[in-house]
């Protein structure tokens, strides 16, 4: 197809096409004429991927480079995935630092590691979730909230079902690029609609249950 | 309490408390000497809850007085709640122009008003987490990725369980200052833990299914 039809097809403008083959996130296409080249089905996918990379996920160009070449290169699911959801396993240089700086761990992210053991969940021991989940344990903490990591047991039960779900949204989804894709459409598009839904059922909850209370010492 | 006392029990400098006196937020104590005042509890408890809804909820001042109004005037958990998770009922007069946009409301608001009737959630038809499931679910679409409002009852029906334990999370607070206090803690300062959940459970699932999958054209 020409460049027109790819640009058409893929929602790409020509001007971002061009940008992403002269940074070489986009192989050329076959050249047909001087100034004209023929592009295929495998281009067009790879471009929509790019696409919802930079827009969903708003990675930097570098980084897409990085994915892309972790497709090209590895074809292994579990590393794509693991770049998308930012769980990269860290290098052998990050985790001696990093078990050098273990005994100095935020309380937080301790109680993050003990939750995580809890649960049985084989995760990278320098994923960022950890430190945001142990960030979030020292705010509560600090907030005399009486929320720790044991009252976020049920929840860490019910997101375990929500990524459940999530793994099943891959299914029949065949080719390294539409995984890729799916996997960034699923961990990352989707994260503002949970949170909104959330929300819709807390008012729904907050509406069946504290409607019209007006006494200050409520019973609970 | 002295205002130093005060200070140093709810962890704002003086500077700011001072601030929050001039602007209001915060009633006076009672005069002991010509530039010395007396702070009770219910000061603490006020400061504290103003400290939440700045620096966890990132309100800005004129959002926090109407909280604290809606507190005191009102002492309606439903709408204190209502604030916090941003899902006022609309006024008569945007209500009305709601219903005149309605015909051309873009379809994933459709959609959303779609999945909200099939949970029976009751929420107000202009709670903006309404638009935002929207606009993902638009998202979604665009991008032909086949996952609508339907694919998302699971998800819906796992949120609504959280949401129940959110509402748990109530439980043993008595007093509006201290309920809207935690209101603000699990609706807000969870968000960011309920995702950092979700992304460790979907990195432990991707370890156990994608882990070695070098083949392009995989089975699931």
């Known amino acids: 197809m020409k460049i027109s039809t790819l640009s058409r097809r893929s929602g790409v403008s020509i001007p971002t096409i061009k940008y992403y083959l002269r940074d070489g996130l986009l192989p050329h296409g076959l050249a047909t004429a001087t100034n004209q080249a023929d592009y295929s089905e495998e281009h067009l996918r790879r471009l929509r991927l790019i696409r919802t990379l930079v827009e969903v996920r708003r990675l930097p160009v570098s980084a897409v480079k990085e994915i892309l070449g972790a497709i090209t290169e590895e074809g292994d699911l579990h ?48 994923t960022t979730a950890i430190q945001t989940l142990g960030e979030v344990l020292d705010a509560l903490s600090a907030m005399d909230s009486h929320i720790n990591w044991q009252s976020l047991l049920p929840y860490a039960q019910l997101t ?61």
Chains 1, 2 share one sequence.
């Not at 990050?94 to 809890?118: C, F, K, M, S």
């Not at 929500?162 to 598009?189: K, P, Y």
């Open 79 to 126: 590393q794509i995935f693991g770049i998308v959801i930012d769980a990269r396993p860290a290098t052998r240089h990050q985790e001696q630092a990093r078990q050098e700086q273990a005994q100095g761990e935020a309380r937080g992210v301790t109680d993050a590691r003990r939750l995580i053991t809890e649960m049985g969940w084989e995760v990278s021991p320098s």
């Open 160 to 220: 375990d079902r929500i990524s459940e779900l999530d793994v099943q949204q891959m299914n029949g989804v065949s080719g390294l690029l539409e995984l890729a894709e799916r996997a960034v459409l699923v961990s990352v598009l989707l994260e503002p609609a949970l949170l909104a839904l959330r929300r819709l059922a807390q008012e729904d909850k907050s509406a069946r249950l504290f409607s019209g209370s007006r006494d200050e010492g409520r019973e609970t």
